[in-house]
């Protein structure tokens, strides 16, 4: 049996802290970045696919429009493995994209997100 985890859900009872980095490079493309999550995120075998093990951290380094991207997805419970929902994966790596010229990262109901341009 697989969990998933609805962060919208979860993020009621938990804190979460959120921050843009203030300096470094900043955005190439954003829609190729939008890219790259949407099939890590969605996609059958997708980088951030399928069940985290307790404190797991996946991440992945792809190169577009001349610029390395730093995507870091992790599960900060230390007793539980879960599966995150493909569209928490996709909208907080996205928010990171959107929200933050030189990327940023967010900690929310126990998962760590990062988005970082050149950061790699």
């Given at each position: 049996m697989k969990t998933t985890i609805i962060l919208t859900?979860?993020?009621?009872?938990?804190?979460?802290?959120?921050?843009?980095?203030?300096?470094?490079?900043?955005?190439?493309?954003?829609?190729?970045?939008?890219?790259?999550?949407?099939?890590a995120c969605y996609k059958s075998g997708g980088m951030f696919t399928g069940n985290y093990a307790p404190r797991q951290l996946k991440a992945m380094c792809p190169r577009g429009q001349g610029q390395n991207i730093d995507f870091v997805v992790q599960n900060l419970y230390g007793n539980t493995g879960f599966d995150?929902?493909?569209?928490?994966?996709?909208?907080?790596?996205?928010?990171?994209i959107s929200k933050c010229p030189h990327g940023g990262?967010?900690?929310?109901?126990?998962?760590?997100?990062?988005?970082?341009p050149g950061g790699c």
């Amino acid at each position: 049996m697989k969990t998933t985890i609805i962060l919208t859900t979860l993020a009621l009872a938990m804190t979460t802290s959120a921050r843009c980095f203030p300096d470094g490079a900043t955005w190439n493309n954003r829609e190729q970045a939008r890219t790259f999550i949407n099939d890590a995120c969605y996609k059958s075998g997708g980088m951030f696919t399928g069940n985290y093990a307790p404190r797991q951290l996946k991440a992945m380094c792809p190169r577009g429009q001349g610029q390395n991207i730093d995507f870091v997805v992790q599960n900060l419970y230390g007793n539980t493995g879960f599966d995150l929902a493909d569209k928490d994966c996709y909208d907080r790596l996205n928010s990171e994209i959107s929200k933050c010229p030189h990327g940023g990262e967010t900690t929310a109901a126990g998962w760590f997100f990062r988005a970082k341009p050149g950061g790699c």
